[in-house]
């Protein structure tokens, strides 16, 4: 039996980018793409279902992000400003 190990990149503000070609359009994370075709209706359409959901999910995931930075500026203010 045969293995095969592929190998991605991790993911990074620098390996997140859109592309738009004449003929498809994709979105490129690390070594990972999600192309769909411009002639495809049904490829456009999973791709629209797609982006709803990862706008969604990265809605959420910012918004706990923003809120724990909060959390650990608050946190570190209150030791600066400690008084013992």
């Known amino acids: 039996m045969k293995s095969i190990t592929v190998e991605y990149d991790d ?3 620098a390996t997140i980018e859109h592309r738009l070609s004449a003929h498809e359009t994709v979105l490129a994370m690390g070594n990972r793409r999600y192309p769909a075709a411009l002639t495809d209706r049904a490829a456009l359409q999973e791709a629209l279902q797609i ?3 990862l706008s969604s999910a990265v809605v959420g995931w910012r918004g706990d ?3 724990a ?3 650990l500026d608050g946190e570190q203010y209150a030791r600066e400003n400690a008084t013992t």
């Open 11 to 13: 993911v990074t503000p």
């Open 51 to 53: 982006a709803d959901r």
């Open 65 to 67: 992000i923003v809120a």
């Open 69 to 71: 930075l909060q959390q």
